[in-house]
């Protein structure tokens, strides 16, 4: 079945530095992938929908500017947290519909990476 | 903003036992689903339902898509130690369309099974 892997699955860094998340879509193509943050014992939380080609679209309260997403192919999207700082800790995941399936399939979701800031 | 009440927060039960949770909006959804969260890793869908009113089955998992849209429940039959988990509600206003993904969760259901 269709798979979505995201790398790295965990990651430690240093306050102020960025870090990168990739979010592929392993045997489908999906033009719009989504990004969830989920701190510990909460609930999933939509910061963006990714959109290929164009930018992304941001919920409210999420900063464009701290947590860039480049979605530039249909098998990729990549997050980066920029100048990370420890309140950014979180579990990150993403998910992804196959763009040529039905109008209601399924949603895919990756392992998440879980980035734990120092 | 839309908003998905779970209940209950937690449950522990017996190898065995049924289980029952539920979820229920503020506002209508077109879509519901069920995913199941393990430790570190990302959710799993279980159920996904698109009509109220629809009861759809999946193995000893049953979940209703309430009649007003605005909530639906998740029965696990005969629960046994690998059920453990979280489970969380899930909704969308759209049926389809390119926004569809866009999900609001539910706060989750912590399940502990003992055996």
């Known amino acids: 079945g269709a798979v979505v892997s995201q790398h790295p699955s965990w990651v430690i860094c240093k306050s102020g530095t960025s870090v990168k998340i990739e979010c592929r879509s392993l045997?489908?193509?999906?033009?719009?992938m989504f990004w969830y943050r989920q701190f510990p014992k909460q609930s999933l939380m939509l910061m963006a929908t990714?959109?290929?080609?164009?930018?992304?679209?941001?919920e409210q309260g999420v900063e464009k500017d701290k947590f860039l997403i480049n979605h530039a192919s249909l098998t990729l999207s990549t997050l980066t947290v920029t100048s990370a700082h420890p309140e950014d800790s979180s579990f990150y995941i993403c998910?992804?519909?196959?763009?040529?399936?039905?109008?209601?399939?399924?949603?895919?979701f990756g392992e998440g990476s879980r980035l734990t800031v120092l | 903003g839309q908003q998905l009440n779970q209940s209950p927060q937690s449950m522990f039960i017996q190898e065995g036992e049924d289980v029952s949770m539920n979820c229920t909006s503020s506002?209508?959804?077109?879509?519901w689903l069920w995913y199941k969260q393990d430790p570190g890793e990302g959710p799993v869908l279980l159920i996904a339902?698109?009509?109220?009113?629809e009861l759809t089955s999946n193995g000893r998992l049953t979940a209703q898509f309430g009649t007003t849209r605005k909530d639906s429940f998740l029965n696990i039959s005969a629960s046994i130690p690998s059920d453990v988990g979280i489970y969380f509600c899930?909704?969308?206003?759209?049926?389809?369309?390119?926004?569809?993904?866009?999900?609001?969760f539910g706060q989750g259901t912590i399940l502990t099974v003992h055996p």
């Open positions: 998910s992804a519909r196959d763009s040529a399936g039905a109008a209601t399939g399924e949603l895919f």
């Open positions: 045997d489908f193509q999906a033009t719009t």
């Open positions: 990714s959109n290929e080609g164009s930018k992304a679209t941001y």
């Open positions: 506002s209508i959804f077109n879509t």
């Open positions: 339902l698109y009509k109220a009113g």
């Open positions: 899930a909704g969308t206003e759209n049926a389809g369309g390119t926004s569809y993904g866009k999900l609001t």
